[in-house]
């Protein structure tokens, strides 16, 4: 079998002199996640039908997904040798690591374990043409590079979460997002079950759950923010059968994933609560919810929910191998238990302080219940009020507090913050993007999170397990929304947690993003591609500005127009920066250096010059660091917010905060107009102020803002009056009131850019 490899490699040297275009020769750098350590080798070596598979007995699972995979893909059936070996190898300290090395005559793939295998396995994919992927590849010899690879992952957990409540797929789908998990060498799936707007979970103790609760009436039709809510008036919902979890749970295992449940407690229970009102405070009957949002109807802390409770995560256990539970935790409104009498007793005899210690209580006893039957809690951080369960994991969304105040307390920790972990948030600028709920979370920010929050000691950061990025799907109907948002990001999430930092940069990840998408085409998933689109960014020399054009992959030609047309192949190349000393409209666009073919959307940008341009500004606060726009001088660039979302780089926004900002003209000026914007999205706690006062020098002014229900709220004062310094204060809202969504919480503030005429 040497020989016959020996002369199979000399042929096939020669057919690639020869016949190059027919092979596909792997470049070393294409891998996602990128690999601890490669090592580029001479030569390649040949697949094709005299090659066999040999494995020990540990690796059932990864040799059985290769041996499919090659031969599923292609016209290749696999000889009975040892060419492609797989490997025992106790020395590896990982258990999730291994060994790839691809020399000319054979393969040898070393683990300690048949996941560290499988993830070799997953880098050898990567190697090979991506027509493996749909079973269309017509070359009978394959050509791989002879390549070293050393490989281990970073952190522990590395995870992608699914909300099935708000949107429900079906179990292919379900199976097709384990895939995916798995090829980027994920670990984790966190099914959310369970909500207000749905239960998908047969519990067959309780059959109104999936007859009932498992349906809601109808849905909201558009955003939430829209006034007045809209509804389609049709039936919605679903639930998966024990058996559909049990083959799900079964398949996840054949790709090394731990599926993880999510059973929402004590808050988001209103679909359950609607098929047994007296689990509620109240006992009255109550809709499964049809919009979004935060609900009242929360689990009430009697006995006899409890039962239902453990009931009911009773045959949760029994599906689920997995070593934790997800019992939710998070926005549970304290409204029902205030004016409960049995919450308010159970609150007495338990000697608790308030409705956050009745929650710790609430979250302990469900713990000590499921520690019982030998599993862990994981939690949102809102598990962390009233004190902290004994064993509990805390999953931290709501920035870095919780994950810093958790693995204090020596609590493991699973980041997952919102600023970078939310892919429902919107992944690009463009007006044509499809609805979702609001945010802005580009591919560049996902890359560039660091796990390990600032604030621990090295001690400490041994808590944070790993991260995960979160799908909830309130605007994601389908299963071609859930692609879209998921990927690219997903494929930075996977890195964020396998791959050395050291290793990691920006600039090369996308261009292995832009062969990947190959991969991703040839599997036909409706992934985002934003890597042919265009920033820009505002440039400060004193009070001078000007505008800077980027696009992330090399070898590419931004072109542009001012006049108003779309730019095609023939107008002037982008040079240098813009100057901003007039109001202008600038369109661009990317187009290939080979071809000069376009690539990409066109990128538009209005500019509105004006007195306060480059000048200096400040702010009393410093703006949320999720929101923190272009900082101060974003307000006077002369380029305002997008009218329909708050998360760009022109709209700043504080949370709960009043603020002062004061603008220097540099002298004193004839003042006509001031002018500013408000975002008004309640229903994501955004709040116009009720005012705005305006200081001109040593003059008073100020604007009442009536509440309206639009989304953007425009306040101008109209003066004429020479002035050097202009100041504004503006108070912010205040607390939510009771009835809308937030309800008791600070409201936000998010302001656009000051006009000044």
């Not at 750098?29 to 030569?43: D, E, V, Y």
């Not at 909300?163 to 199976?175: G, L, Q, T």
Request: glycine share 6%.
């Amino acid at each position: 079998m040497y020989f016959k490899k020996i002369v199979a490699i000399s042929v096939f040297i020669s057919f690639l002199f020869n016949c190059k275009s027919e092979v596909y020769v792997p470049e070393i750098a294409q891998i996602i996640p990128i690999p601890a350590n490669q090592t580029l080798n001479k030569g390649y070596f040949v697949l094709d039908n005299s090659v066999g598979i040999s494995s020990h007995d540990t690796f059932k699972v990864s040799a059985e997904f290769l041996r499919n995979y090659i031969q599923k893909g292609s016209s290749i059936v696999l000889d009975d040798n040892n060419d492609i070996q797989f490997i025992l190898d106790e020395t590896i300290e990982n258990t999730e690591g291994y060994t790839l090395d691809i020399q000319p005559y054979q393969i040898f793939i070393r683990a300690k374990t048949d996941q560290g295998a499988f993830y070799a396995v997953q880098t050898l994919r990567q190697l090979l043409p991506k027509d493996f992927e749909n079973g269309s590849l017509s070359q009978k010899s394959i050509g791989i590079q002879c390549i070293t690879i050393t490989d281990a992952p970073q952190y522990q957990y590395r995870g992608m979460h699914l909300d099935v409540s708000r949107h429900m797929y079906s179990v292919d789908f379900i199976k097709t997002y384990i895939d995916a998990l798995a090829m980027l060498k994920m670990n984790t799936f966190h099914w959310h079950l369970t909500d207000d707007q749905g239960w998908r979970i047969e519990i067959k103790k309780y059959p109104k759950l999936q007859e009932h609760a498992a349906y809601r009436n109808e849905t909201l039709i558009g955003h939430y923010s829209d006034q007045p809510h809209q509804f389609d008036g049709n039936r919605y919902g679903g639930y998966y059968t024990q058996e559909d979890v049990k083959d799900i749970v079964a398949y996840a295992k054949t790709r090394h994933i731990t599926v993880i449940p999510e059973i929402e407690m004590p808050g988001h229970a209103q679909a359950a609560i609607s098929a047994y009102p007296s689990l509620g405070c109240t006992g009255e009957p109550v809709d499964v919810a049809t919009k979004w949002g935060v609900f009242e109807n929360i689990y009430c802390s009697k006995d006899e929910t409890f039962s239902f409770l453990e009931d009911v995560l009773d045959e949760v256990v029994t599906l689920f191998p997995s070593e934790y539970i997800h019992i939710g935790g998070d926005e549970a409104p304290k409204t029902k238990w205030k004016n409960c009498t049995q919450c308010q007793n159970r609150i007495k005899t338990e000697n608790l302080k308030d409705e956050h210690e009745l929650q710790n209580y609430f979250i302990t006893r469900i713990e000590n219940y499921l520690n019982s039957q030998g599993k862990q809690i994981i939690g949102w951080d809102e598990i962390l009020e009233g004190g902290l369960a004994p064993n509990a994991t805390v999953m931290s969304w709501r920035g870095t507090k919780g994950a810093i105040e958790a693995a204090k307390q020596n609590h493991n920790v699973v980041m997952t913050p919102t600023s970078h972990c939310y892919f429902d948030y919107y992944q690009s600028t463009n007006s044509d993007e499809p609805l979702a709920i609001g945010g802005y979370l580009p591919l560049e920010k996902v890359y560039n999170f660091n796990p390990i929050p600032e604030g621990l000691t090295k001690e400490e950061a041994k808590y944070i397990l790993g991260a995960q990025g979160n799908i909830w799907t309130e605007y994601m109907p389908t299963q071609n929304q859930v692609e879209y948002m998921a990927f690219p990001r997903i494929l930075a999430m996977s890195e964020v947690v396998w791959s050395k930092n050291e290793n990691k940069d920006y600039t090369d990840f996308t261009k292995r993003v832009e062969h990947f998408n190959e991969r991703l085409d040839a599997i036909d998933v409706n992934y985002a591609n934003h890597l042919y689109e265009i920033s820009g960014d505002v440039l400060k020399n004193k009070d001078e500005l000007a505008y800077q054009l980027t696009t992330v992959t090399n070898g590419k030609i931004i072109r542009l127009t001012m006049n108003g047309t779309d730019p095609d192949d023939e107008s002037r190349p982008y040079i240098e920066p813009i100057r901003i000393d007039t109001s202008k409209t600038i369109k661009a666009a990317v187009f290939s250096s080979k071809t000069n073919k376009k690539l990409g959307t066109t990128f538009t940008k209005q500019f509105n010059y004006h007195k306060a341009v480059g000048k200096t500004i400040s702010i009393d606060k410093i703006p949320h660091q999720s929101y923190l726009g272009s900082g101060p001088d974003g307000l006077i660039n002369s380029i305002s917010g997008s009218d329909s979302r708050y998360g760009d780089k022109e709209w700043l926004g504080f949370w709960g905060e009043d603020i002062e900002i004061t603008i220097d003209l540099g002298e004193e000026v004839q003042i006509y107009s001031v002018e500013t914007r408000f975002y008004n999205s309640n229903g994501q706690w955004i709040y116009a102020p009720n005012k705005v006062k305006l200081e001109l020098d040593n003059d008073l002014v100020i604007n009442h803002l009536e509440q309206r229900e639009q989304l953007i709220i425009t306040t101008k004062f109209n003066l004429n009056q020479r002035s050097r310094y202009i100041k504004l204060r503006i108070p912010n809202f205040g607390t939510i009131p009771k009835g809308k969504q937030g309800a008791g919480q600070k409201a936000w503030t998010f302001i656009d850019e000051i006009i000044i005429n």
